[in-house]
């Protein structure tokens, strides 16, 4: 019985040990003192906060982002608006060798999540362009965008 026990609480300490490794391999920029996660710094923003997280997981080929906007265009906090994220990859002058990527989400938070297809897309890509419509400003999705590319490309990276 001691040895059965003995053998079930190695196993446990472990698997346990690996779930730890595993998260600190999540890339994550954000500022846990503030909410949002992190904020864009951009000027002409129309007093809007916004903010983006971001969690990178390449042993599950996951990326999850969340965009958010605290004061939307439409001036209600929290409103319940669409909003449409869409992702290009590669190079505009060869149409043929161009991806392009949409998904669709809701603000105050809007959440997204890469699987397969684009993470594998994000390691033979250099050109990244990202598109944010919907109730996010242009302002504030000319600020969001570099800073979605950085996080992709370090993403990639691992």
Known sequence: MRIVCTILLIIYLT??????ENYKNIWRLSKPDIYPPYLVDCTNCN???IGAAFECDPERKKITLEL?????ATGEEDAIMPATLRLSFGDYNQPAKLKLYEFHGYTPVLSFEFNDP???E????????I???????????AGLSPLISEFLRRCKSQ
Do not use: M, W
């Open 15 to 20: 698997t346990s040990g690996q779930a730890v």
């Open 47 to 49: 007093d809007e906060e």
């Open 68 to 72: 958010y906007a605290s004061a939307l």
């Open 118 to 120: 684009i993470f594998n």
């Open 122 to 129: 994000l390691k033979h890509t250099r050109n990244i362009t």
């Open 131 to 141: 598109n944010i419509k919907g109730t996010i400003s242009e302002y504030s999705a």
